[in-house]
């Protein structure tokens, strides 16, 4: 699977952005996509996910003002971000999990990061 993000850049706090990130390759295999982000020095932390099911789950930080859905048409993952804040300042990386039918087994897949700089 591989995955294509875009849609970081800049905004002042308060303002909007929206990310969206394509896959291709096994997209069958996809069991959920969703949305990490690190600041340098820090780990990576979950942001959202959407399984295939249609269930959703949010970091507390951001649960009432970010959205993540399926983007049918790219096979992938769009998050609108709302009411931005500095501390949403980071690398976003979109993630993908898959899971084999047969084993069971599953395996995590990365985007590159795109960049989302919320400061005035």
């Known amino acids: 699977v591989q995955l294509q993000a875009s849609g970081g850049g800049w905004v002042q706090p308060g303002g909007s952005l929206r990310l969206s990130c394509a896959a291709s390759g096994s997209i069958r295999t996809i069991n959920a996509m969703g949305w990490f982000r690190q600041v340098p020095g820090k780990q990576r932390e979950f942001v959202a996910t959407?399984?295939?099911?249609?269930?959703?789950h949010y970091a507390p930080s951001v649960r009432g003002r970010f959205t993540v859905s399926t983007d049918d048409a790219e096979n992938g993952v769009t998050l609108q971000m709302n009411s931005l804040k500095a501390e949403d300042t980071a690398v976003y990386y979109c993630?993908?999990?898959?899971?084999?039918?047969?084993?069971?087994?599953?395996?995590?897949?990365w985007g590159q990061g795109t960049l989302v700089t919320v400061s005035s």
């Open positions: 993630n993908a999990e898959t899971k084999q039918p047969i084993t069971g087994a599953t395996h995590w897949y």
């Open positions: 959407v399984s295939n099911d249609g269930r959703t």
